[in-house]
């Protein structure tokens, strides 16, 4: 008994002299921050808040103590607190938004927020502040992030991403996850998928990648909207916009307006928008009508975007959004194709770039891409013990690309790819709590999608069959955390994908528009398959922020455009066609570095892959395929920025090197040099950024494309020098941009950029690399210029 009395004495003693720390934490607009983590890390004692912010910390040891509170994408807050017997210290900590830290938050790259400098692949995330900043100068999407990514290839200055690669081999596009890419038949205008204006950050993971599947062997861009945050019933922003090329201003002028709004009305959310954009006539520096092929002249925009988000429960969430993107150019202009003549053996040429003449195709119809989203998701927090999360949503997506008047086809005509995807994705992320050093959370799920595609022409041809693919893919990603000093992510994904493709004929198609057509060919459909096991593994040391080294190798899988070959088809039955899928296989090395306000990351990679990314002119079938032959591709990156204490001063460079060569499938020691349409010149990018006051702020930025010649001239058959698609020599240039916003008051403010400042004559490298062909050669733009005003209620 007087052991019973001692013993229940001293417990309270010990409650009775206990003290700690409550409170809550919040954002700037005091929305309460659920999952934020509070630390005392000389004690190694922390908790984390509730639903509604809350948080208790009790039992602390007496002293004083800095407790630290950390949240993904908001500035981590320290203070000290001297605790004291029997007392117990009251706290909200409200924490600011991290727009610019050095280390972001990425949701793309495992399914799951995470830290950047956590992840072992490279990543680039380019922030809401970046993308402002460089919407002051344009809404091409496809400019800025050529400027913000490295190893991605330069912008075509057209409205088609052809040869925009990613490490030299193809990506995937996707809004919030949804895939806006067409890898049953890839048009290649996926980029250009959403206004700049809707988007909140975007992250582009690079390298092959097994996470979201088919279509990404070179990595994938996922555009992420932004989100109900209001704190208000309605807020909104108003962006209004004048554009025009300097270098001549005949009917130059364009405009646009944009429009959100944002509300809260206690468990319903909503965000609204909706923007409209009309180009004018572009020109290059010499005055002259830019090549309206793929062109972005007199282009009107049509882009909107809706979400309703409904909070059920404390822990439960859906949300349904929706978003168009229609972009429909309507150009006074008729092509005059390019000229080029290659004099020797030495390979000395003369190109002279296509441009535009006032006249009109009879019976073309506007070019351009019609994309529409739709997505219900569901959210469900701390189920099972409070382990898991889960996550599903149900996706449509139906995409229209009309291309431009060609004469190549027998009789002329435009041709368009449709395409209508359904999906499902169930997905969980699971927290295991081992009570030891190690930090386990795993992320699985199941991807089912049905993708229905087809290109015809508008007059009702058919040129791609109708082709359906019903896939499933299970995948399991985990990661671990030892000691707070390594990161190990390992990851399965299994593809089955079947597909069934119509009885069809081939169309009589010039690929070299010579008018030599090839043969209409019936060819009896059928179903086929494909299945996949894609692996990947990587180790990151994380215990000093001066130098975060990783490892890593992943597999990418993708069914090489496979509409290419079907409209290529010389066989009738389609079971005596070769079909095969491409697999990639990734091995890089990388490390960042932060040292108080800089970053520095550097990565060096090497990629093999049983097929090719790009196309070439097979002479036997007089037609365009995508390459049979194996690749390997190589190459490096490095980025260092520099933000000071109290940015007002941004410093950053870039420069991305990438190579490729490939071989026959008999012979691995004959080498030749991969094209252009894979392969980029190197590219280099710096800038500055400086806010003198407080209310202005300046950016001058340089986008600088190397030299890329390796090819070699070849007699045809008409003894004439000349070069192979895709194989030729690209002669680099470089081009300046400047920005300059000024803060007329709290909530407006007005931009002015100016986009090729020094009047550059250029010609983008797909112009170069795709001379041979001469109908996509064209001038880059003279210098031209935005002027916006941005208003916040």
Known sequence: MKIITLTTALLLSFYAGS???KGKVTDEHNQPLFGATVYIAELQQGTTTDYDGNYELSHVKEGTWKVTFRMLGYQTQTESFSFIRNGTISHT?????????????????????????????????????????????????????????????????????WGQTLRGRSLLVMVDGIPQSTPLRNGQLGIKSISPNDISRVEVIKGATSIFGNGGNGGFI????????????????????????????????????????????????????GSYEKTGNKYDADGVV??????????????????????????????????????????????????????????DYSL????????????????????????????????????TDFTTDLYYQNTENIFFYSDKFENGGQSVINAEKYGLRPNFNTSINTNSSVDVSLTYGVDLLKDRTNQGLLDGRLWVP????????????????????????????????????????TLPYSPLGDGN?????????????????AFNVGLRFVEHQEFIPYVSYSQGFSIADLGSVLRSATADNINDIQLEPAVTKNYEFGFLSKFNNFKLEAVGYYSTSNLGTGVVFDENTNAFVPSKQPQNIYGGEVAIDYISNSNALQIGTSYSYVEGVTHSAANKNTLTYLGGDVIAAP????????????????????????????????????????????????????????????????????ALGVNNLLNAYYLPARSQWAAPLRSFTGAGEGTNAKLSIHYNF
């Open 19 to 21: 003290q700690g720390i």
């Open 93 to 161: 900590a409200i924490l600011k938004e991290d727009l610019n830290n050095l280390d972001e938050v990425v949701v793309s790259a495992s399914r799951r927020s995470e830290y950047l400098s956590e992840i072992p692949a490279s990543v680039t995330v380019v922030n809401e502040v970046k993308l402002q900043e460089l919407s002051n100068s344009t809404t091409n999407i496809s400019d800025i992030l050529e400027f913000t990514v490295p190893g991605l290839a330069v912008s075509t200055g057209t409205f088609s991403n």
């Open 222 to 273: 996922n555009y992420i909207t932004k989100k109900p945050n209001a704190t208000k019933k309605i807020e909104g922003t108003t962006n209004v916009w004048g554009t025009s090329n300097l270098a001549k201003t005949n009917d130059a002028l364009g405009f646009g307006v944009y429009q959100s709004l944002n509300g809260n009305l206690d468990r319903f959310n909503y965000y609204i928008s």
């Open 290 to 347: 830019i090549l309206p092929t793929y062109g972005l002249d007199n282009t009107h925009i049509y882009s909107t975007l809706a979400k309703l988000e409904y909070q059920i429960a404390d822990n439960q969430k859906i949300t349904l959004a929706g978003n168009l993107y229609k972009s429909a150019q309507d150009t006074p202009f008729i092509p005059v194709p390019a000229e080029f003549e290659v004099f020797n053996e030495e390979g």
């Open 352 to 387: 002279t770039a296509g441009y535009g003449v006032e006249g009109s195709v009879e019976g073309q119809e506007p070019t351009g891409t019609t994309l529409i989203n739709g997505q219900l998701k569901y959210n469900l927090n701390q189920i099972f013990s409070g382990t």
């Open 466 to 505: 109708n082709t359906e693919m019903l896939s499933w893919a299970p995948y399991l990603q985990s990661t671990l955390k030892f000691d707070n000093k390594w990161v190990v992510k390992a990851g399965l994904r299994y593809d089955d994908m079947n597909i069934d493709i119509a009885d069809y004929n």
């Open 517 to 533: 057509y090839n043969p209409s060919v019936a060819v009896e459909g059928g179903k086929i398959g494909f299945d996949n096991l």
């Open 683 to 750: 590219k280099w990018t710096a800038y500055v950024t400086w806010k003198p006051t407080e209310k202005i702020n300046t950016s001058l930025r340089m986008t600088n494309l190397g030299d890329r010649k390796r090819f070699d001239p070849y007699l045809n058959a008409n003894d004439d020098y000349t070069y192979r698609h895709t194989q030729f020599p690209v002669t680099g240039y470089t081009l300046l941009n400047f920005s300059i916003a000024y803060q007329l008051q709290s909530n407006m403010s007005v």
